[in-house]
Structures are given as C-alpha cells and as structure tokens.
C-alpha cells in the first residue's frame, strides 16, 4: 500500500547506484524485490553459516530479525535516546514494541 517512489527520488537512485562502487561496497538488487527482503535474505544465510551480524537500518520491519545473532543499528529519533543511536537486540526489540 506504499505510495510509489517520488521522481524526484528515482534519479537520486540512480546516481547513487553507480557512484556507490566507487566507495568500496558493492550493490545488489533484485527485480521485484525490497531491499529489506534482500537483506534478510543475506542475514539469514550469514547466521546459518555462523556469523554474526549487524544490520544498519531504520527500517522497522527488519526488527523482527533480532536475535543472538542479528543486532539491529538504528538511528531512528525514536529509538536514539541521547546516543543519538541504538543497537537493538531481542530484548530491546520487546520493550519498543
């Protein structure tokens, strides 16, 4: 039910899509596919293989992946207290939500 993305936005993508290489990190995309989905999708696999893993995002539908192994960082204002940050983990997961 999201609206779609606003133009303005869609050649910010763009541009940043072929600039983010440039910084180190590769991008991965996929059609039809949401960032997050791919996301959990790589965490996933990442603790079945026995990492662990942080995942820096103020998405809340990510929460739902926090556990012994998976910390979410957040910047949300939300959830930033003081710090101006907050590593959520299950238990802090339970008390926001």
Do not use: H
Request: hydrophobic share 45%; with cysteine; proline share 4%.
């Amino acid at each position: 039910n999201r609206p779609s993305m606003p133009d303005e936005m869609k050649v910010q993508e763009k541009w940043l899509q072929a600039k983010v290489g440039l910084f180190g990190p590769s991008s991965l995309s996929a059609a039809n596919t949401e960032a997050d989905d791919l996301i959990a999708s790589y965490a996933r696999a990442a603790v079945a293989a026995g990492w662990e893993v942080v995942i820096a995002t103020n998405d809340k539908d990510i929460l739902q992946l926090a556990c012994d192994k998976i910390t979410i960082y957040s910047t949300a204002k939300a959830d930033a207290g003081t710090a101006g940050f907050a590593l959520l983990g299950p238990a802090e997961v339970e008390v926001k939500w």
